[in-house]
């Protein structure tokens, strides 16, 4: 955003070449053929994740981009759906919600070899900054694969307080909003 306007999508995949993993939310009447074009052009399928509202983005983002991470849902009862018009799974991160991280179902995601992802993006990024007790590394001990939140230092700093493992671990989790 160097000139005051946000950059082109292949800007946007080259700047993050060796620094991010980016999610790229496909709004409606975006073609996925399109997407999926820049980003294999940009050679950044590897450091993308696409995000989808529903079984009936996912479905079609995945028979133009197999390859592609794709973020959807709100828990399992899509994954059926997902499985019979041919999604593999492990290309799937579910979207478990803002409310509360749940283990059962992060565990029954796991079993089906989908990874969870959670936001801390509403309350919970200011109730842990008004109590001064981050609990991303609790949070992240439920399964959480990814951790969608406002407050990306501290997120790092408790996981990285959780997990013994300073920096990399704890980036691997974390996602910033």
């Excluded at 993050?16 to 996925?32: Q, W």
């Excluded at 109590?131 to 990306?152: C, K, V, W």
Aim: proline share 3%; glycine share 10%.
């Amino acid at each position: 955003m160097l000139d005051g306007h946000p950059p082109s999508l292949r800007r946007a995949l080259d700047w993050a070449n060796r620094r991010a993993i980016l999610e790229l939310d496909v709004k409606r009447g975006v073609s996925y053929e399109d997407v999926a074009r820049e980003v294999r052009a940009a050679n950044a399928m590897g450091r993308v994740i696409f995000i989808t509202y529903s079984v009936d983005g996912a479905s079609p983002l995945a028979r133009v981009a197999s390859e592609a991470m794709i973020a959807a849902l709100e828990g399992a009862s899509d994954l059926d759906t997902l499985e019979r018009r041919g999604v593999d799974l492990s290309h799937i991160i579910a979207w478990t919600g803002t409310d509360e991280p749940g283990s059962a179902l992060n565990a029954a995601l796991a079993a089906r070899g989908v990874e969870a992802s959670f936001g801390t993006l509403a309350g919970w990024d200011r109730r842990f900054e008004r109590e001064h007790a981050d609990q991303y590394g609790a949070f992240a001990e439920t399964g959480l694969a990814m951790i969608s939140t406002n407050r990306p230092e501290e997120a790092v700093r408790d996981l990285d307080a959780n997990d013994g493992v300073a920096g990399y671990a704890a980036m691997q989790c974390a996602g910033a909003h």
